[in-house]
């Protein structure tokens, strides 16, 4: 079964302009990842934030993680149109991961 | 380095057929999991092995099996399809066998299910 929410579900922007999207999750986590999924094609790893960290960087993304909330966000700064895609955070307990449905992201030129 | 490959790309069945997925996974990792994903949905867990063992199950029915070789290739195996067995069947790898390791996807294997 799937646990969590994200949201929005769906997302539309500008070029330039960040994107924030986030995350909710309902279990005890060992780390909670984020991916990219490009027109139903296998999913790309952008970041992974293990339970004792609160913020991570990686190139234009920063993730945030708050365990008392059970929460996450993603944040896409300076977006592109390649940053057009869905988007999922996954709870990671045990080595298996959990998905939320996702949120749409459509950058226009 | 090669990443985590899956064939075949695309496969269409009659219902009540079985049918056999592979995956190999990225060059290093020896943990492969498979995750069913319907269109429209997130990803959902259906096993993972590890040393040749199934290892974590999710909530799918006994139609779905698998197996690992001692390549740490993996098959998925689906019997008596259902039309909503219909979805795209993805296959990630970690490695050594640590439960916190990022897992990389491979492109998946579209099904239709007629």
């Known amino acids: 079964s799937q646990q969590g929410e994200e949201d929005p579900q769906a997302l539309s922007i500008q070029e330039g302009e960040n994107a924030t999207m986030n995350c909710s999750y309902k279990t005890s986590i060992n780390n909670l990842q984020w991916y990219r999924q490009n027109s139903g094609r296998g999913l790309v790893h952008l970041i992974l934030i293990r339970s004792n960290e609160r913020e991570k960087h990686s190139g234009r993304l920063r993730v945030t993680l708050d365990t008392s909330k059970k929460s996450s966000s993603l944040l896409i700064t300076a977006s592109r149109a390649a940053d057009t895609a869905s988007y999922f955070c996954a709870e990671t307990s045990y080595g298996k991961l959990t998905f939320g449905q996702g949120t749409i992201l459509t950058v226009h030129p | 380095d090669a990443g985590v490959t899956q064939s075949p790309t695309h496969l269409i069945k009659t219902r009540g057929q079985q049918v056999t997925l592979r995956c190999s996974p990225k060059s290093g990792h020896d943990t492969v999991s498979w995750y069913q994903q319907a269109l429209g949905q997130g990803p959902q867990f259906i096993f993972q092995y590890y040393e040749e063992e199934e290892r974590q199950r999710g909530n799918f029915p006994d139609r779905f099996s698998g197996h690992q070789f001692p390549n740490y290739s993996s098959e998925l195996n689906v019997n008596a399809l259902l039309l909503g067995d219909s979805a795209l069947y993805l296959c990630?790898?970690?490695?050594?066998?640590?439960?916190?390791?990022?897992?990389?996807f491979g492109p998946g294997t579209r099904l239709t299910v007629l």
């Open positions: 990630a790898s970690s490695g050594e066998g640590r439960f916190t390791d990022t897992q990389y």
